[in-house]
């Protein structure tokens, strides 16, 4: 049954389309975290904030594909945002070079940009 009218089988259609609701779709915006994530490590590598070791293995290892989104959505509960759950799971999931996942980073300096470009993906 749906909760409301996006959810609805019957509905859904008559108020949005496909495209539109691909742009709030969870998945999406998890791998857009993911990512922004390893970009943000490249980046730190390339400015001698992080080895670039770390900045490989993040990037090879970390896949939001493989994340547990029952946690992610159980955590993000707790805290209020999705950002420190997820950095927990692809710490996990990169290695040794975990600790330097978000490295330094505020977590509402990536999660904001993040929401304007979906702001700017609905006016495209």
């Not at 070791?53 to 993000?76: G, M, P, V, Y």
């Not at 975990?98 to 993040?114: E, M, Y």
């Amino acid at each position: 049954m749906a909760s409301n009218v996006l959810d609805s089988v019957l509905f859904r259609d008559a108020f949005g389309t496909p495209a539109m609701r691909a742009v709030f779709d969870d998945h999406e915006l998890i791998r857009k975290y993911v990512i922004v994530e390893i970009a943000l490590a490249k980046a730190q590598a390339r400015c001698g904030v992080i080895p670039e070791s770390a900045a490989q293995e993040i990037a090879l290892r970390c896949n939001a594909d493989t994340l547990d989104f029952d946690l992610l959505r159980h955590e993000t509960e707790i805290v209020g945002y999705p950002i420190l759950p997820l950095v927990h799971q692809i710490s996990k999931q990169a290695g040794e070079s975990g600790g330097f996942v978000h490295w330094g980073q505020p977590f509402r300096t990536l999660w904001t940009p993040l929401w304007f470009c979906k702001s700017v993906m609905l006016l495209n």
